[in-house]
């Protein structure tokens, strides 16, 4: 398989530590790419019309892009592992991820507003708006945060790469002052290898 | 079950469309609600931290929010009927949802773009970003217009969902112009009697 990296994309992310805990790793070629909001990846563009990462092409040649669906199709070839089958911990590893995305989904918002766009398109409603969905998200998660325990699915590993993307890109946010147990999951997460093998670059 | 709503909403679309194809749609209690990108919904904000739309609270009273979560909570509930267990149809009914979700994505940012934002906060470069998504995926399923064929799955759900979003809100792009053939299966697609049950107002 082969798959469209970034190595700062907390969404590629996802991808890798799910390919290392089940395994996968050493199946999976990283090619690189310059997805971009504004400018997008040509390389990407000739297989997948979204030319975002992650996006991955199996070894039929189909082309999947989005972490969730790449994720879940690493689980089914591993025989799973990280996506509970059936019943009330697959809604809650399904809802944990949706959650964390969301605030991803926020922070990368927040982050292009603040550097693809030129100083006077900025909106300060905008920016309050994505910022109180980041805060929200942590205040939810630190007040659940004995819920995530030792868990070892999709949920948690999106909430640990979102935590982890928080630390690399928006290290003034300080969201451990806010969300201190949170934060102390999150420092146990991350020693672990799938973790540690996949941990961004210094900013 | 009680579902956050609102009418144009094409990922609250998503999920009535798929509670009606099983058969659920009796048992969900639609609630009104006012979810918007800057300005967050007191009463989602309340069950739900990222306080948007689709939000689910099922029988048990949990909050699920993500539309493709809820869909498969609800296809699960329902014994399956939308979602492909397993296999080849699973992946394809799977990377269509994203594909077309990622349309979804950028049609809403244009959006926002266009109607949250001042005149003076809109980027040039942004809109013609999110544009070009838009046509990359309109392009994508006109070329593959004949594998959506007679499949009623979350895939043809989200594609049909997603372009009825362009019929209503973005009328100027003239979609069905640049995909005739797209066109022909939406029209084919959108005589089903769940979506027409869902069909949004005029705008």
Redesign the interface.
Known sequence: MKLFHSPFSPFVRKVTVVAHELGLAERIELLPSAAH????DASI?AV?????VPTLITDEG?A???S??IC??LD?LAGGGVFPS?GPA??TA??D???A??LLDAALLLR?ELT???E????V??I??QT??IE??L??FEAGAEALADRVDIGTITVACALGYLDVRFPDLIWRRRAPGLGRWADGFAARPSMEATKPPAA
Do not use: F
């Open positions: 909001p504004t400018q997008r563009l997948h019309p979204l030319a975002q189909h999947l892009a989005d969730r669906v879940e199709y089914a059936s697959r809604w399904l809802g991820q949706s959650t995305d969301g292009y693809v766009r030129g006077g398109d900025r909106s409603a905008w309050a708006g109180a969905k929200g998200v205040d939810h």
